[in-house]
């Protein structure tokens, strides 16, 4: 199983502002995954991210408001750009495992936009 | 598109007494179903699978396609099962898992 490690881990925010989460993996993965889980909510898929192409967003989120980067097999980031009080939220990292259907999930970063 | 649903937000059960948390999908083609689980400070993990069939900690889980069910059981509840257990149903074509909204479960002494 993979080892995958998100910084910050908790961080507290002012509207108006952008911050950037990085998703760190211990082994070389192809995709990586950035999900959403507002407060009392389930996960929610934002994008994919595969390295050496532009992230494909899900419904409901753009690229100008959650822009990624992935330059590499371990390494990704996500920007939550322009904060505001509804982006309060978890931020999980997820890799595919060897198996191809199976997931791998980040500790979270847990955003507070005030 | 794919849909799961967890028609429990919250269940509470005493220790030793059969659980039984429940999950409905809808999906056109062949579904592949998987219970994850968040135990408290601890980060999402795989709980067990439909394909693999296996009991892991002692629940298992059975793919009823009449139903489109795929609920998760355990016969005699521990105080450690207390956790969020989330269904979730994958996608080959997008590669994506659609989660559930999750049941809480709370074992009780």
């Known amino acids: 199983s993979a080892v995958i490690s998100q910084k910050p881990s908790r961080d507290i925010c002012q509207r108006g502002t952008s911050l950037t989460i990085q998703c760190q993996v211990d082994?070389?993965?192809?995709?990586m995954f950035w999900y959403r889980q507002q407060p009392g909510q389930s996960l929610t898929l934002i994008a994919t991210?595969?390295?050496?192409?532009?992230?494909?967003?899900e419904s409901g989120f753009v690229i100008d408001k959650f822009p990624i980067s992935r330059p590499n097999l371990t390494f990704s980031t996500l920007t939550v750009s322009n904060m505001s009080p509804e982006d309060s939220s978890i931020y999980l990292c997820?890799?595919?495992?060897?198996?191809?259907?199976?997931?791998?999930f980040g500790p979270g970063t847990r955003l507070t936009v005030l | 598109a794919q849909r799961v649903t967890q028609p429990e937000k919250l269940l509470s059960v005493f220790k030793g007494a059969p659980v039984e948390l429940k999950c409905n999908y809808s999906?056109?083609?062949?579904?592949?179903l998987f219970w994850y689980v968040q135990y408290s400070r601890q980060r999402l993990q795989l709980l067990l699978r439909h394909i693999s069939r296996e009991s892991i900690k002692g629940f298992t889980a059975d793919l009823n396609k009449g139903e489109t069910s795929f609920h998760l059981k355990k016969p005699f509840a521990q105080e450690e099962d207390s956790a969020m257990y989330y269904c979730?149903?994958?996608?080959?074509?997008?590669?994506?898992?659609?989660f559930g909204s999750g049941t809480q479960l709370t074992v009780l002494p």
């Open positions: 997820s890799v595919s495992g060897t198996s191809y259907n199976e997931q791998f």
């Open positions: 999906y056109s083609g062949s579904p592949e």
């Open positions: 979730a149903s994958f996608s080959g074509s997008a590669r994506q898992l659609t």
């Open positions: 082994s070389q993965v192809t995709m």
């Open positions: 991210a595969n390295q050496g192409s532009e992230a494909t967003y």
